[in-house]
């Protein structure tokens, strides 16, 4: 089987880091390794040699190699990710985050199956949010649950969905070091969002994706992409990303594309406004409610959308399990 690497990146969340790796100690692929790698964690120092001493105690014999990187200085998340894949040595990649955990024991296996089955670089498998407080969610907002649209569409149609919103599951994916290889690193022209530019890149360079339509990781929704609360630092990079990876190569409406890349970009700004939201007078929140009305018209249609859908999945699971009973 071939080596595959665990990526498990940490900045100030080591206390949730223990259920993430039991879930990777449970699997059954037989060859695998961690890296760990913090990005300046200040507590770091006094938790690492506990971590570390919870792997040895647990570790099972399919762990090959454990490696530690740890930043001094704070780097972001897509330089901290991309000194993981250089510490690697996997032709498999997965990355984890502290409090995400692997749905089942088959998980890894059943996504390199996937890409030795289609021969691609990069497979999705399905992701189900869980809340502080422990409640499923079937259907997040930040990325599509229609595995059968993804599974058909081409490269360009996948391309120019991702011109729109960033839709693809990302905490969910294995990739190959292959791709790496032929297409480069995450991009570090961002600081924070390591995949949308990279999908962009990978679509322009004609890479295609597979999807396995299975959960096979729970997520915790506690972060940006789980809770929707953009920061500041969020918020430039995305402005990075329309300025860099998408504007430039967006042509789907003709003559009209300067208009859409107008209200685009009046998008973007709105969702800067509500990173800095708590930092503005009343007068000023009014003022921006005025100015972007129909943006928070829309998004709370979206919100409103997705829980009737997560309303319908909870009310049918519920009635699966009165059924079994």
Not at 166 to 183: D, G, I, S
Not at 214 to 223: A, I, P, Q
Request: include cysteine; hydrophobic fraction near 40%; charge should be neutral.
């Amino acid at each position: 089987m071939k080596l595959l690497s665990v990526l498990i990146l940490t900045y100030r969340n080591l206390d949730g880091i223990y259920g993430t790796l039991d879930s990777v100690f449970l699997q059954d692929y037989p060859a695998l390794e961690l890296i760990l790698s913090d990005d300046a964690s200040a507590d770091y120092a006094e938790k690492q040699p506990r971590v570390a001493a919870y792997i040895e105690a647990r570790r099972t014999p399919a762990i090959q190699r454990v490696i530690w990187v740890s930043h001094p200085q704070n780097v972001g998340t897509v330089r901290n990710m991309n000194d993981a894949i250089r510490a690697s040595r996997g032709e498999y990649l997965f990355s984890l985050s502290p409090e995400d955990i692997l749905a089942h024991e088959q998980v890894l296996t059943h996504l390199a199956e996937t890409l030795e089955e289609t021969g691609r670089d990069v497979c999705f498998g399905r992701m189900q949010g869980v809340t502080m407080d422990g409640k499923t969610v079937d259907h997040l907002l930040s990325c599509e649950s229609d595995y059968s649209l993804l599974k058909s569409y081409s490269v360009e149609q996948t391309r120019n969905r991702l011109f729109s919103r960033n839709f693809l599951p990302a905490p969910a994916k294995l990739m190959t070091r292959k791709v790496f290889q032929e297409n480069g690193l995450y991009p570090e022209a961002v600081r924070l969002i390591e995949d949308y530019p990279y999908w962009l890149t990978l679509t322009k360079n004609g890479v295609p994706f597979a999807y396995l339509d299975e959960v096979v990781l729970l997520y915790r929704l506690s972060g940006v992409s789980g809770t929707g609360h953009y920061g500041e630092a969020f918020m430039k990079d995305m402005f990075v990303i329309y300025d860099q990876f998408i504007f430039p190569y967006d042509h789907r409406f003709g003559p009209l594309q300067g208009v859409y890349n107008l209200l685009k970009r009046d998008g973007l700004k709105y969702y800067d406004a509500l990173a800095r939201w708590d930092g503005f007078s009343r007068g000023k929140r009014l003022l921006l409610r005025i100015r972007y009305l129909p943006f928070f018209l829309y998004t709370g249609f979206l919100d409103w959308k997705t829980a009737r859908k997560n309303r319908a999945s909870e009310e049918a699971r519920g009635q699966n399990m009165r059924n079994a009973e």
